[in-house]
């Protein structure tokens, strides 16, 4: 056996915020128990997951998008029916569910989540439910490779930064080629330009399992092992789910459910002393086998992201709702900084300008990071919704005050002599001349801002939030197809932006005709701009 | 002096401003100037003409001396003093009693229609309701001529309109002076006529005017006087005839000799 040293991430998005994770865990086990899981009642149970997680784990169903579905979502339902409890489904980054877990976002984890030691410190595990081991797979015509050491010399294709990279990298002499998605794994292996393909053996199963062109091969290698995770402070649940993953192992509930997702080996049969034949029929494997055959029509295809619509229709409007919330507390917040950044006695003016450049300065990920998870241990609690909105609205405050700064500075000095020459107040003069000019001047650089919000709001996902982004990672999770739904989600995004652009040049050129005496003025600046560019062509002609 | 300050609408005592601690732009300047005066002040560049303008309507706080605009009194007696509360409350009243038309022709406000350049003020400082104060802005623009540009944005306006605009907002305040910070220079020379125009017509009605001017012709037709500020130094002051066909002061002389025989200059 070789030491598990990494965790296994068990799908391929995982990668994406591979990095900030190591942060997530330590803010988590920095944290005061303040967010502490307490079950609200005592005959329901809070479990978090993340949807996205992928199959078999757990993923939305083909057939009802709405539906959760997964061995783990079966054996969160036996545990809850053993303990005479009602389940309520959390749904947060992979990344994120342990830190999520000791906020108290829910009671317990589960979701491939490893015993390791840097977990351990911030949580209690329950015994293993699961055990897994890498699968080698190859073209069902090759013949000389029939273990892991005849992969030196070869290529050979594995998750990026999993742990069957590593257990290659140990092999030495190995070229190894890393994938974020696995499907694009196991289409190389088959076109020939990898000659194996490494990977934990449920994503082997089904990802290639059904697949008559690859077969597997070699004994089992390595060894991974899942279990639920629980608070430090809720021993008594953690004991529950103890009594409960006995009984059903030892009622041969769990093997049943093993066996219906076609997930049963050796290694399981031993560690559950369990040597019995099959019982059930691997149904769910079946269906899915059924719905992931390679060879789907183009018009099977145009009806199945036809039914994605409703999905996306929903995470747009949250998408939507996120940024308008965000965007209405930077213009605001982001006005009042720029006038004090401008206007304010010295100590505000310093104040504006230090939030201005922190907020600026740090990545608007670790804010949402913070807001979210490091927040309540002060007590302050945000929902995923405020706290993605306040998160990206204080962000983007800083540099809408940026540009308010800029748009002050460009109305003359005379503006003000005139309107103070008037026996304005500077607060009117401001009010009635200053700022009606000035936000000319920065309506396009707003609505640029505000399109990029719209993008970065896909950073909600981490903390629990199904947006835009997050629907299509889940979808494409669960058709194994990230081509089509790539291009609806970006599709939806350009179409959410639009308005905004329209609005932007409707109000411009409005505004034009009135400062510039009608459009005349808009369109010198054209005709302008277009004899300096001919005189340059002419130029270089010459 | 030419008048006493008990019977003065404006007195200035011993005014000082400087903007930089290498000698001062005005050097203890004191003039008084009655109630329906048109006054005239005239002088070489950078000699102070604009400071001084400026310092009346409080734009610029004085370093210090004495100020008076009909009932509000501003005094500073020393430069290191700190602008206190009753300075900055006399400073705004005074802006408050003075109305000011600068030398460009760009002080309209651009995103506002005419009408509503001169209503803004009446509506936002005096608390008048709409129609109030569109009244009292149609009778202005009627008295510049401009009651069929009431609905005009200001950048469809020629420099001698844009002028006459500025002049009906600054009246729309009901001031007790007007100010003008060389009115016509910005102008080409054939637009001159109807702003010098509009003033001329104001001097009638019996409003004290001060004019920072480089129009020497109309300084000397149109003012009760002519105030010949050199190096921030008043150097003479005194009747429009007197100062041009007898200056005692050979400074004045000297930049009086420039514009011998020229009716418009600059």
């Known amino acids: 056996m070789i030491p598990l040293v990494l965790k296994r991430p068990a799908s391929r998005l995982r990668r994406a915020v591979f990095l900030i994770a190591p942060l997530a865990v330590l803010l988590a086990s920095v944290i005061s128990p303040a967010g502490a899981a307490t079950g609200d009642e005592n005959n329901v149970i809070r479990w978090g997951g993340d949807s996205e997680g992928g199959f078999p784990f757990m993923f939305p169903n083909p057939k009802n998008h709405d539906e959760l579905i997964g061995f783990e979502v079966d054996i969160v339902d036996e545990i809850a029916r053993y303990l005479g409890k009602k389940t309520v489904y959390v749904n947060n980054a992979w990344d994120n569910l342990i830190p999520g877990l000791t906020r108290g976002l829910y009671d317990m984890a589960i979701n491939g989540l490893e015993v390791t030691p840097e977990h351990e410190e911030a949580v209690n595990f329950s015994i293993p439910y699961y055990k897994t081991f890498l699968q080698l797979a190859v073209r069902k015509e090759n013949l000389d490779i029939s273990s892991l050491e005849d992969c030196r010399g070869k290529v050979v294709g594995t998750l990026k930064d999993s742990y069957a990279q590593m257990v290659l990298e140990e092999l030495g002499d190995v070229d190894i080629r890393t994938y974020i998605v696995e499907a694009n794994t196991y289409e190389d292996l088959q076109n020939g330009r990898l000659t194996a393909a490494l990977f934990d053996s449920p994503i082997a199963i089904y990802s290639a399992g059904f697949n008559p062109e690859i077969k597997f091969i070699g004994p089992p290698i390595g060894e991974i092992t899942y279990a639920i995770a629980v608070t430090k402070e809720n021993s008594g649940l953690l004991r529950d789910i103890n009594e409960a993953l006995v009984h059903l192992r030892d009622t041969g509930r769990l093997r049943e459910i093993y066996d219906t997702w076609n997930l049963w080996s050796p290694i399981m049969a031993a560690e559950f002393n369990d040597y019995s034949p099959r019982a059930v029929e691997m149904t769910r494997y079946n269906e899915w086998a059924e719905t992931h055959r390679p060879e789907v029509a183009l018009s099977a295809r145009l009806e199945r992201y036809a039914g994605f619509l409703p999905d996306f229709g929903m995470a747009a409007i949250v998408t939507m709702k996120v940024s308008i919330t965000a965007m209405f507390i930077a213009i605001s917040l982001g006005l009042g900084l720029a006038i004090a950044r401008v206007f304010a006695p010295g100590w505000a003016a310093a104040a504006a300008t230090a939030f201005i450049e922190f907020m600026r300065g740090t990545p608007v990920l670790i804010q949402l990071f913070f807001i979210f998870y490091g927040l309540p241990s002060i007590g302050v609690k945000l929902s995923p919704f405020w706290a993605g909105a306040v998160g990206l609205g204080l962000n983007y405050a800083a540099y809408e005050a940026e540009i308010y700064r800029s748009g002050l500075f460009a109305i003359p000095s005379t503006q003000w002599e005139a309107a103070l020459a008037l026996g304005m107040t500077r607060w009117q003069a401001m009010r009635e001349v200053i700022l009606p000019q000035a936000i000319r001047v920065v309506i396009p650089p707003i609505t640029n801002d505000f399109i990029s919000l719209l993008k970065d709001s896909s950073l909600v996902s981490i903390i629990t939030m199904v947006d835009l982004t997050k629907a299509y990672g889940q979808l494409a999770a669960a058709y194994y197809d990230y081509f089509g739904p790539g291009i609806m989600v970006a599709l939806i995004y350009l179409i959410l932006g639009l308005p905004f652009v329209k609005f932007s040049r409707y109000a411009e050129r409005r505004l034009a005709e009135q400062d510039k005496g009608g459009k005349r003025g808009h369109d010198n600046f054209y005709r302008m701009s277009a004899r300096w560019r001919h005189t340059n062509l002419r130029s270089k002609e010459s | ?266």
């Open chain 2, 1 to 266: 002096m030419v008048n006493l300050p008990e019977e003065s609408l404006i007195v200035i005592k011993n005014l000082r401003k400087s903007f930089n601690d290498d000698g001062g732009v005005l050097n203890n300047v004191s003039i008084n100037i009655k109630e329906g005066d048109l006054v005239s002040i005239i002088g070489p560049s950078g000699c102070g003409k604009s400071t001084l303008l400026r310092c009346l309507n409080c734009l610029e706080l004085i370093d210090s001396g004495y100020l008076r605009v009909g009932d509000v009194e501003l005094k500073r007696d020393r430069p290191d003093q700190r602008p206190n509360e009753v300075m900055l409350d006399a400073a705004h009243k005074i802006r408050g009693e003075v109305g000011m038309v600068f030398q460009g022709y760009n002080n309209l406000f651009p995103h506002k229609t005419v009408l509503r350049n001169v209503t803004l003020a009446p509506m936002v400082v005096k608390k008048m309701s709409p129609d109030a104060a569109r009244e009292v802005a149609m009778k202005q623009l009627k008295k510049v001529g401009l009651e069929e540009y009431a609905n005009k944005y200001p950048s469809t306006l020629s420099g001698g309109e844009s002028q006459r605009a500025a002049i009906a907002r600054a009246l729309a305040m009901n001031p007790k002076v007007m100010l003008y910070d060389e009115p016509t220079s910005a102008l080409d020379p054939e637009l001159v006529g109807e702003v010098l125009q509009v003033m001329k017509d104001l001097d009638s009605e019996g409003m004290t005017q001060i004019i920072v001017t480089h129009e020497m012709q109309f300084a000397r037709d149109a003012s009760d006087y002519i105030v010949f500020l050199d190096k921030g130094e008043i150097v003479e002051y005194d009747d429009g005839d007197v100062l041009f066909t007898q200056p005692r002061n050979p400074r004045t002389k000297e930049f009086l000799r420039h514009f011998t025989g020229m009716a418009v200059a600059c």
